[in-house]
Each structure stands twice: as C-alpha cells, then as structure tokens.
C-alpha cells in the first residue's frame, strides 16, 4: 500500500472547499491511516510470507521471493480437492437458502395476515441464536439420525442457518417491488408462482445475487460447523484441512499456509469487490440490520 | 362451493413451508434436543453414547461445583464486553466519524483495509491473528523498535490477544453500520448547530449521537451475539489455553463434549450459552419492534 506516502503531498487546492460537509482535515487523515496500517500488519504478514518459502511468525520482507510455496501445495488432494469441496458445500448453501427465503418471502410480502409480523420476529429471533453454540446438540442429532459426515445433510444446516437473515433481507427486497406489476400478470392469467418468477424475481435481481454472494461468503468462510460435522478427510472443505494439515503437525510450514490462505481467500475476496462495487455492502447492511 | 377462508389462508402459506421445516429440523430441533441431553449423561462414545440415562440436575450442579464454568463464564464476559461492546463498537464510530472528515482517498483505504480483515474467512483471520500475536511475531517486532521487551502474548496474556484480534477482524461491522447511519444525519442539521457556535464535541454529543441512537443499539446487540459465538480465533490462537486462561463458554462446551467426551455435560454448557443468546435476542427484537410500530 502507498497511502501513508500520501499524506505529505499537498491537496489541489478547492478540493477542500468543494468537499461536503465541512472541512477535510489533516489531523482526521493522520489518525485514520495510523488505525488503518495497525489493520494492516497482520494481513502484510500473509502476503510477505506467502512469497517467501523460508517464512517464520515475523513480518520480513523476504529473501528470494518466488511462488515455491504456492507450487509446493498446488497438488489435487492438497489444494483441489478441499477447494472443490468448499465450492460443493457453499453454492449448494447458497442455492438451498435463496430458493426457500424466496418462497418463504413471497407471501409474507404480498398478503397480509395476522400471522406476517410474529413469524418475522420469530424470524428475527432466530438470526440471534448463537450458532457455535448449538454445534454440541447438532452433532448428537446428526450421530442419532446418522448424518455425521453428510455433505447433503450439513449443506440443509449451513442454509438453515442463514436462513433467518435470508429471508428478512428478501422479504425487504420484495417489499420494494410493487404489486400492480404483478395484477397486471394475473388478469392475463398467469398463476401467483408464474408472476413471481417472470416478473417479481428479474426486478429484485441485484438484491437476490447480494443475498447469494452473503451467505456465499460465509458458507465458504465457515470453518466451526464443517470442522464437527464433517469427518472424512475426502469431504473436508479448505476450512478444515488447511487447520488439519497446518496445525496439527509440528514443524508447520508457514510459507505454505500463508499460501495456501492467499488462494483459499481470494474467491470471497473477489466476491466483496463485487457486492461492493455495486453499493451492495451498505445495500445489504439496510436491508438487514434496519429490518 | 368456495374455498372456505382458513384453508385459502391455508393453500396462500404453503411456499413458507419449506422454510419453516428447515427451521425447525435444524435450528429448533438441536436447541430442544440440547436442552433435553442436557439432563442426560449421554456420552460420545461407549454405551453412554448409544444409550444415555436420565439424569436429571446432575449436569448442572456439576456446573456450579466445577471451578472451570465461572471462570470461563467470567472471560465470557470481558471477552465480550471489552472486544464487543467497548472495542469493535467505538472504534467502528469513531473510524466512521473520522471517515466523514477525512480525505476521500483516505478513508475509501483504510476503509477496505478494515473491512479485508472482516471478509476474510475466519480460519485465514485467526492464523494471521495467531503468527501476529507469536513471540517472534510482528507486534513483538513492533515493541521491540521502541525497545520494549518481547512478551510471549498468547501465554501470558491470552484474553488480551484474543480480543484484540477480535477487534481487528469484526470492527469492519460497526464501521459499515455507523457510515450508512452517519450518511443518514442530515447535513443541514449539523450545518444549523454550527451556525449556532456548537463546538464539534457538543455537535458529536447533543446532535449526532441521539439522531444515530437506534443504529447505536442495534450494533451493540448484534457484536455482542457475534463475539458471543466466536470460537475459531480463539480455538486456533490458543485453544483455550494455558490452562483455561481464555476458555469461553463456546470453547468450553466443544472440550467438554470432544474432548472429554462427555456430550451431556458439554450441552449443559452450551445450553447455557443459547439461554444468554436467547435474552440478548429477545430484547433485540422487543427493541426494533418499538422503534417500528
């Protein structure tokens, strides 16, 4: 980063003036950088020491930097195979909670019942329950149903809990679209599930692919409900073996789990810059947190 | 004849019920059977564990005699209170304040340093947490410049490693809740204070704070179930050592149901744990349901 060089060179002046509200200052500037490099030094570790295959704990820049690391661990079952496990397991989260918040959503937002609002905070509730915490009884259900090491069964629980925040969010999103759209649809005939597939879904595109790419995201982050609930090492996603194969063994080798974590992040990494671009995080964010 | 109301009621729900099972297989489900095993001594393995027995208040007096739960509760709770509630909150304002001031360049920077350490999955967060916070790691280098000892933080000081970890990885929430209420604030309001000779800080504390005091309350709860739930960071930076120095309560129920082997002990904790979650939550929802009326 080249930002901290950045604040010795004078602004252009009319910047500031032209800047709303208020002044721009120098001071707000110093203090800001100074809490972002802070943010910034345990992730310079990860990239300095991906690039150096001799990599301790200590932030240096290396030697002889070279990809040896990421040519040591680009083997199928090291890095492949857990990658495409992960993909499994978080498009298949992703795809089971946007097709059920949707249905879940269309009548909540289309009809009114007394039923809507203690349902949503039902909901809302839910969203509240401390995951890791309910992992000890999940695992004693999965042992007594005989789901331990189910890719189907753990991909159900991950969308389960996404759930909650999935629907409020699309419920919000359809909310905004308006209903004379749709009537239009029904008095040329077509069915309530007709019109929410051809003309309610195409207008709210952009809030189902944020939703999409949240729970996504944390599916492919998720490293605590995998780790319990799937054993075999052929189904483990890239959570679980980088922990099993990096910290369990002794003489770790930290050029390669940097390395390994560098391409292991960079599909969630992308996807930000995605739902960012868009204006997607704070989009998001008021849809969920304003309810 | 027509569809009597109920059941056309009934038929109109019916693309809800895929949810709701869901629901309630995987999210009720577990929280009933934990409260249920907790008064077992189901075992992980061996007999206990094909076939556990009644055994009524037993988890939970052993709770209360075992010197480990108070303590883990204990951390818990500055775990939670100092990283949460006074760590990723204020500096997630004061980072949001700050950006309103600062250059654009500046803040859109140190903006998506903040949120990179957020959106990474939380085993890469909790590594780089881990070799940060090591004895020959980059803080240990940093103090070292200023001549200060190298202190073998996550043996001495285990909870103040872990929760400034967890402040680095989930201040990016508080900051993004507190710009998009702070972009609500309209200009005008503050513009008029000004005018009126109010001073920056009694603008922040008179003005901008009471206009932004939902976002506040919401964020407050929301970190505080989150952190409540962590357990990769610290699993990963110390787990849960040297000897229960940072066991919180998700780590104590994972080692006493793993570990030892003793699921009806370690779901006593747990349920414990989706009690506290389950106050927070209420008074969560009864919050955004006067805010909405």
Redesign the interface.
């Known amino acids: 980063?080249t930002?901290p060089a950045?604040?010795a060179r004078p602004?252009p002046a009319g910047?500031a003036a032209t800047?709303?509200?208020?002044?721009?200052?120098t001071p707000?500037?110093a203090?800001?950088?100074l809490?972002?490099v802070?943010?910034?030094?345990?992730?310079?570790?990860?990239i300095l020491?991906s690039l150096d295959t001799r990599a301790?704990?200590?932030?240096k820049f290396p030697a002889a930097p070279s990809l040896g690391n990421f040519a040591a661990i680009a083997s199928p079952e090291l890095l492949l195979r857990p990658l495409w496990n992960s993909a499994v397991l978080s498009l298949g989260t992703a795809a089971v909670t946007l097709?059920?918040?949707v249905?879940?959503a269309?009548?909540?937002s289309r009809?009114s019942?007394r039923?809507n609002r203690p349902?949503m905070?039902t909901?809302?509730?839910?969203?509240?329950?401390?995951?890791?915490?309910?992992?000890?009884?999940?695992?004693?259900?999965f042992?007594q149903f005989e789901l331990l090491d189910s890719m189907p069964a753990t991909i159900?629980?991950m969308?389960?809990?996404a759930?909650?925040m999935a629907?409020w969010m699309i419920r919000n999103f359809m909310d905004g679209v308006p209903v004379s759209l749709e009537e239009a649809a029904w008095v040329d005939g077509a069915s309530r599930?007709t019109a929410l597939r051809t003309i309610v879904l195409p207008l709210m595109k952009q809030g189902l692919g944020v939703v999409f790419i949240f729970v996504f995201?944390q599916a492919?982050?998720?490293?605590?409900v995998p780790f319990?609930l799937l054993l075999s090492e052929a189904r483990q996603p890239?959570?679980v073996s980088?922990?099993s194969f990096?910290?369990q063994h002794g003489a770790v080798a930290?050029g390669q789990?940097?390395a390994f974590?560098m391409v292991?992040?960079l599909p969630?990494?992308a996807l930000?810059v995605i739902v960012?671009r868009g204006g997607g995080?704070?989009f998001a964010?008021?849809g969920a947190?304003?309810? | 004849m027509p569809v009597p109301a109920a059941a056309r009621q009934l038929i109109r729900y019916l693309p809800v019920l895929p949810a709701v099972l869901l629901l309630l297989v995987f999210l009720a489900g577990p929280v009933f059977w934990a409260f249920n095993a907790s008064f077992t001594n189901a075992g992980l393995t061996g007999r206990s564990a094909r076939d556990p027995s009644w055994v009524g208040l037993d988890n939970y007096q052993r709770l209360l005699a075992d010197p480990v739960f108070p303590l883990s509760l204990l951390l818990t709770v500055v775990f939670v209170a100092g990283s949460a509630v006074v760590g990723q909150n204020l500096l997630g304002l004061v980072l949001a304040l700050l950006m309103r001031r600062a250059r654009p360049v500046v803040s859109s920077v140190v903006g998506t340093t903040v949120v990179a350490a957020w959106v990474l999955p939380e085993i890469v967060a909790a590594f780089a947490a881990y070799a940060y916070f090591s004895r020959d790691g980059t803080l240990n280098q940093l103090l070292g410049v200023l001549g200060l000892g190298g202190q073998d933080w996550l043996y001495a000081f285990p909870m103040v490693a872990i929760m400034l970890a967890n402040v680095w990885r989930g201040t990016a929430f508080s900051m993004l809740v507190y710009r998009a209420a702070l972009h609500d604030v309209p200009a005008e309001v503050t513009e008029a204070a000004q005018m009126d000779g109010a001073h920056g800080w009694q603008r922040l504390a008179f003005i901008t704070l009471p206009m932004i005091r939902g976002s506040i309350t919401t964020n407050l709860m929301l970190v505080t179930l989150q952190t409540l739930a962590v357990f990769t960071l610290v699993w990963v930076m110390t787990a849960g050592g040297p000897a229960n120095a940072s066991t919180t309560l998700p780590v104590l129920a994972y080692l006493e149901a793993f570990k030892f082997g003793d699921i009806g002990y370690g779901t006593a904790v747990a349920s414990v744990l989706i009690l506290i979650g389950a106050a927070f939550g209420l008074v969560y929802v009864r919050l955004l349901k006067d805010a909405r009326p």
């Open positions: 980063m930002a950045r604040t602004l910047t800047a709303r509200p208020g002044r721009r200052s707000a500037d203090v800001l950088l809490i972002g802070s943010f910034l030094m345990p992730l310079l570790w990860l020491a301790g704990h200590e932030l097709v059920a918040a249905l879940a269309y009548p909540l009809y019942s039923f349902f905070y909901i809302l509730f839910g969203t509240c329950l401390p995951i890791t915490a309910i992992m000890v009884p999940v695992y004693g259900l042992v159900l629980f969308a389960t809990t759930l909650p629907i599930m995201i492919w982050g998720n490293f605590f319990v890239a959570a980088i922990f990096f910290g930290y789990l940097a974590s292991y992040s969630v990494l930000y960012a995080s704070s964010l008021s947190v304003r309810g």
